[in-house]
Structure formats: structure tokens, C-alpha cells
T-cell receptor, first 113, second 112 residues
């Protein structure tokens, strides 16, 4: 099955850019999602990228995909204290009906004022 | 407001006492799923349902049951809870795969 690895912790200063990295193993992944989890809350879909894309930009968020290396990154520009949360990347294989997202352990982003 | 509603938010129970965690969505989504979240393990899929009366096992189904009698509801049943089922549980639903999932706020279950 799919394995997903993320670094556990990232600390940045407010106003800086944050880059959260993710590696995965299943090259057949068709969609790769980024979710955000704030304390005591569920997961919120931030953005996603199709496997046939290299980059996607959505306001302050930029997703880069290197399919050859199975590496995904999420860049947050002008990071704010409200961005402090746990971020999960979640690849999903072609829709077989199960649609199971494989989550890594998540990266805790701490934004210091 | 489009949402997935789970109840209860918090539950402490004793080993062996049957319990049900409810999940309801108001978006007319066909697909629903249950995940559990444990420290260091991320989220793992327990069961999923592609439509009414269609359910199947995820990665960690042991000790759990589900039912899907109507489109909006997808309860998670623990017939005989054990301490290793202490976890944070999330229900999720989706319309199309490209839409990702809408997650509930979670149910923190403690089994003593």
C-alpha cells in the first residue's frame, strides 16, 4: 500500500514563507490533497493537485509536484499566526470506489509572532 | 450550512459496553467513510460506504461495524469496545473524488 512521509515539525516567523514537504510511494496516485487540522477541529481541505500537473497556485498557497521523485510540497507565502496547525498530505489512487486517503503523520506548523 | 455532524464529541466508556457514534451529512453525498487518528500514525480508514446499503472494510475494520440504511447517516458501532480503540474518530463524506472530503469535527473516544 501507499506510504506517506512528512517531517513532524516546522517553525517559522510570521511573514516568512513556509514549505512543508511530503514524499509518497504509489506512483499511480491521481490526486494529491493537502489538509489542514486546527486544534480540536476536523480536517479542512486546503488544496489539491492532479498528478498530471507540476504546480498549482491558489492565493498564498503553492503546491509543487515532482512525480519522478514522488515528492510533493506546500508553500505558504506570508505565513500568519492563523496558519498554525497540522498539515497533512494525502495522495489517493485512481477511484476504485474505496477512495481511501493515505495520510502521513502530519507536519505541525508553528508560526511565531 | 453544508456539513458533516458527528455525535458525541467526547465519550468515555468502559470495556465491553456497546456504543454508537453517529454521523450525518446534509450534502446528499453518496460516499461516506470513517477514519481514526492516532499519534504518530496519521489517519487510517476503518470503513467506507459508496451508497445506501453498500459498505466495505478499510484498513483497520476489526472491532467495528457500520450501517448505511439512508444516504445521510453512517453510524459507527463498537459492539464490545476495548482500550486499544481509544482514539479520535472522524467521519467524512464526498460527492466526487476530485472534491476531496468534508470531515466532521471528530469524536474523542476513551475506553477504560
Amino acid at each position: 500500500g501507499e506510504d506517506v512521509e512528512q517531517s513532524l515539525f516546522l517553525s517559522v516567523r510570521e511573514g516568512d514563507s513556509s514549505v512543508i514537504n511530503c514524499t509518497y510511494t504509489d506512483s499511480s496516485s491521481t490526486y494529491l490533497y493537502w489538509y489542514k487540522q486546527e486544534p480540536g477541529a476536523g480536517l479542512q481541505l486546503l488544496t489539491y493537485i492532479f498528478s498530471n500537473m507540476d504546480m498549482k497556485q491558489d492565493q498564498r498557497l503553492t503546491v509543487l509536484l515532482n512525480k519522478k521523485d514522488k515528492h510533493l510540497s506546500l508553500r505558504i507565502a506570508d505565513t500568519q499566526t492563523g496558519d498554525s496547525a497540522i498539515y497533512f498530505c494525502a495522495p489517493v489512487a485512481p477511484d476504485t470506489g474505496r477512495r481511501a486517503l493515505t495520510f502521513g503523520s502530519g507536519t505541525r506548523l508553528q508560526v511565531q509572532p | 450550512e453544508a456539513q458533516v455532524t458527528q455525535n458525541p464529541r467526547y465519550l468515555i466508556t468502559v470495556t465491553g459496553k456497546k456504543l454508537t457514534v453517529t454521523c450525518s451529512q446534509n450534502m446528499n453525498h453518496e460516499y461516506m467513510s470513517w477514519y481514526r487518528q492516532d499519534p504518530g500514525l496519521g489517519l487510517r480508514q476503518i470503513y467506507y460506504s459508496m451508497n445506501v446499503e453498500v459498505t466495505d472494510k478499510g484498513d483497520v475494520p476489526e472491532g467495528y461495524k457500520v450501517s448505511r440504511k439512508e444516504k445521510r447517516n453512517f453510524p459507527l458501532i463498537l459492539e464490545s469496545p476495548s482500550p486499544n480503540q481509544t482514539s479520535l474518530y472522524f467521519c467524512a463524506s464526498s460527492l466526487r473524488q476530485v472534491d476531496g472530503y468534508t470531515f466532521g469535527s471528530g469524536t474523542r473516544l476513551t475506553v477504560v
